[in-house]
């Protein structure tokens, strides 16, 4: 009788134990993007739609974008060159998630037509910007092949957006009665 009382306690402690390391295994398989913040990745969790998912990614592209000229313009005493490589690899980052949440959208058969054109404009914006860069920006060794990768990616992004506005459910007709 001691012996089966034991054994099932075992089994119990056993049981306990396995369920406890399951929500650790769940948060370990989580992916964590590392160049958005906690309160970015909240503000993108709580987006109700692809649309303003969307619209935040491009949000956070362009402070990235902004950030990466302030810095060139006023470079910080240490870590300068990693803050550079960093926020033009976050900008990327953006620019990359916000063009996947389109085709997304497009799978889903979701409105995402503010979505699309806002990626269209803000993409030729960026490109502005990172074009002059690459035309001779200062200390352009530093980040050349980052600058590369966004202007490449961003170049890929308004492709995208200008083929999905063609494939984009046309907005609903309203007939009056």
């Known amino acids: 009788m001691k012996r089966r009382f034991l054994l ?18 769940a948060a370990a398989q989580r992916v964590e993007k590392d160049y958005l913040s906690s309160v970015e990745a909240g ?5 109700e739609t692809v ?7 491009l949000t956070f592209a362009e402070d990235r974008l ?16 990693e803050m550079l490589n960093y926020l033009m690899n976050s900008y990327i980052g953006c620019v990359d998630d916000a063009a996947d949440l389109i085709q997304l959208g497009l799978e889903k058969q979701d409105n995402i037509r503010q979505g699309i054109d806002l990626m269209a404009a803000k993409s030729k914006d960026f490109l502005e910007i990172l074009r002059k860069y690459a035309s001779g920006g200062p200390e352009l060794e530093v980040y050349k092949d980052n600058l590369d990768d966004a202007v490449q990616g961003t170049e890929d992004a308004l492709r995208e957006a200008e083929k999905a ?3 984009a459910a046309p907005p609903p ?4 009665n």
């Open 43 to 47: 503000k993108v969790r709580d987006a």
């Open 51 to 57: 649309n303003d998912r969307i619209k935040l990614f």
């Open 173 to 176: 007709i309203r007939r009056k």
């Open 66 to 81: 902004t950030k990466f000229q302030y810095e060139l313009e006023h470079p910080s005493s240490n870590k300068h060159t």
């Open 8 to 25: 099932a306690v075992l089994v119990l402690l056993a049981g306990f134990g396995a369920c406890s390391l399951m929500p650790a295994r």
């Open 165 to 167: 506005k063609k494939k």
